[in-house]
């Protein structure tokens, strides 16, 4: 248990030192199988003015078991969970080109091979919630259509690891904290990378085989891509 929190308190100042957070604006979660307890960085804290305990610690039922207030989006944390069974850490950040895409309301477009090694495809632009899902149980509202957009989609949540939520922010997820830290650093400048690429060329596409063939290679049944 004390090790995981040192874990979420390391990686919540990675994506600090990392540019991908500026302020308190991100949050980095992650649960332990064993237990079913979350464990996510405490709200609207100086990260360098807390230790390991401090780190929230949360049911999924959402109840607060332990260290201080946990993050005002921790509903979205558990909705992810809860859908999505295979993650084991999410991460929540307004890093600035991914941003630049939700405030636009567009995807983030695969048009390289550096995206291609990471995301089977476009990164969703999601709409946020309606008027009423805002007023009431905004930050789980949240979660839940991050949730139905994948599935009414048919989008493998494994397979494209992040989506933004239209005028909000991005979400990142990742089989372990270390696999989701680095789909939301290559996520950052992949955005960077399709915004500067689309000022050159609004028409840049990149063909499927060849996304196919970058994903797979790495990711496929038939992988053969490292040692």
């Given at each position: 248990m004390d090790s995981i929190k040192e874990e979420v308190l390391s990686a919540n100042k990675w994506i600090v030192d990392k540019g991908l957070v500026e302020l308190t604006w991100g949050n980095v979660s992650a649960i332990d199988k064993d237990s079913q307890i979350i464990y996510i960085k405490p709200s609207g804290v100086q990260l360098d003015n807390i230790i390991s305990d401090d780190i929230a610690a949360i049911d999924l039922s959402g109840q607060h078991i332990g260290g201080l207030k946990p993050s005002v989006d921790t509903p979205?944390?558990?909705?992810?969970?809860?859908?999505?069974?295979?993650?084991?850490?999410?991460?929540?950040?307004?890093?600035?080109?991914?941003?630049?895409?939700?405030?636009?309301?567009?995807?983030?477009?695969?048009?390289?091979?550096?995206?291609?090694?990471?995301?089977?495809?476009?990164?969703?632009?999601?709409?946020?919630?309606?008027?009423?899902?805002?007023?009431?149980?905004?930050?789980?509202?949240?979660?839940?259509?991050?949730?139905?957009?994948?599935?009414?989609?048919?989008?493998?949540?494994?397979?494209?690891?992040?989506?933004?939520?239209?005028?909000?922010?991005?979400?990142?997820?990742g089989k372990d904290i270390q696999d989701a830290l680095q789909n939301a650093y290559v996520l950052e400048i992949i955005a960077e990378m399709a915004y500067k690429t689309l000022l050159i060329?609004?028409?840049?596409?990149?063909?499927?085989?060849?996304?196919?063939?970058?994903?797979?290679?790495?990711?496929?049944?038939?992988?053969?891509?490292?040692?």
């Open positions: 979205t944390h558990i909705a992810l969970y809860k859908e999505f069974p295979g993650i084991g850490c999410v991460i929540h950040t307004h890093s600035k080109y991914s941003t630049i895409f939700a405030q636009s309301g567009q995807p983030i477009p695969c048009l390289g091979t550096t995206h291609a090694d990471y995301f089977y495809g476009s990164i969703p632009c999601i709409k946020h919630p309606q008027k009423e899902e805002v007023q009431q149980d905004y930050e789980l509202n949240t979660g839940k259509i991050i949730c139905a957009h994948y599935l009414n989609n048919d989008i493998n949540y494994k397979q494209v690891p992040a989506c933004t939520v239209m005028g909000h922010g991005v979400f990142v997820w060329n609004p028409s840049a596409t990149l063909a499927d085989y060849v996304l196919d063939k970058h994903f797979l290679r790495k990711h496929g049944d038939n992988k053969y891509y490292g040692q």
